[in-house]
């Protein structure tokens, strides 16, 4: 059974950082591509940031150049640092895991960003 699980969400100031975790079980996480999504209060849920199984990443533009994210094999881990965190990137946050047909989610993981 897959699983994903997220942590590391919570309350920042603007300008703040978070480090969001998604620890993966039940698949060959080596082989899989991996992303975050966010959902805000009353807008869908949106791409934030890719890693494929090679290593290749892809961001939305309203956060290039904040958020990184990245990788750890060896920890079933993928990891979304978010840097200069703004009040609009304040949402629920979301782990997925693709490989060809199947995909998966997380539970996802609040993130609010308010003085």
């Known amino acids: 059974q897959v699983q994903l699980v997220e942590s590391g969400g919570g309350l920042v100031q603007p300008g703040g950082s978070l480090r969001l975790s998604c620890a993966a079980s039940?698949?060959?996480?080596?082989?899989?591509?991996m992303s975050w999504y966010r959902r805000a209060p009353g807008k869908q849920r949106e791409l934030v940031a890719g890693?494929?199984?090679?290593?290749?990443?892809n961001y939305a533009g309203s956060v290039k150049g904040r958020f990184t994210i990245s990788r750890d094999n060896a920890k079933n881990t993928v990891y979304l640092q978010m840097n200069s965190l703004k009040p609009e990137d304040t949402a629920v946050y979301y782990c997925?895991?693709?490989?060809?047909?199947?995909?998966?989610w997380g539970q996802g993981t609040q993130v609010t960003v308010s003085s």
């Open positions: 039940g698949i060959i996480f080596s082989i899989t591509d």
């Open positions: 997925r895991t693709e490989y060809r047909a199947f995909s998966s």
């Open positions: 890693i494929t199984s090679e290593g290749s990443t």
